[in-house]
């Protein structure tokens, strides 16, 4: 299972990031939960929200509010959007796959992609 993100390196403040992930090797309709997280510079990796199988979306409370998952299966993949971002949204993000039916930990990961935040 190979995972890719893709997307924007550099978004301006108050803009919306997006990012996609293209899924190869599994298909995001029949395997639990795909997921999106991130890591701030000298931080820790955090959970930022799923899409599961059946297309039900999950996120976290923190980012719930600016935060929208979504999927075309068609291309087999799924997207990130977050509203309103800062430069406290500067971060590594990731994509990944699942590990059995956690919606917690997952097994397959894509390389990650660095955005900046900055005006």
């Known amino acids: 299972v190979q995972l890719q993100e893709s997307g924007p390196g550099l978004v301006k403040p108050s803009q919306t990031l997006s990012l996609t992930c293209t899924v190869s090797g599994d298909s995001i309709t029949t395997n639990y939960y795909w997921g999106w997280l991130r890591q701030p510079p000298g931080k820790g990796l955090e959970w930022m929200g799923a899409v599961a199988s059946s297309g039900s979306t999950y996120y976290s409370p923190s980012l719930k509010a600016r935060t929208s998952i979504s999927r075309d299966t068609s291309k087999n993949q799924f997207t990130l959007q977050l509203i309103s971002v800062t430069p406290e949204d500067t971060a590594v993000y990731y994509c990944?796959?699942?590990?059995?039916?956690?919606?917690?930990?997952?097994?397959?990961w894509g390389q990650g992609t660095q955005v900046t935040v900055s005006s």
């Open positions: 990944a796959g699942p590990k059995g039916d956690s919606i917690w930990s997952y097994a397959y």
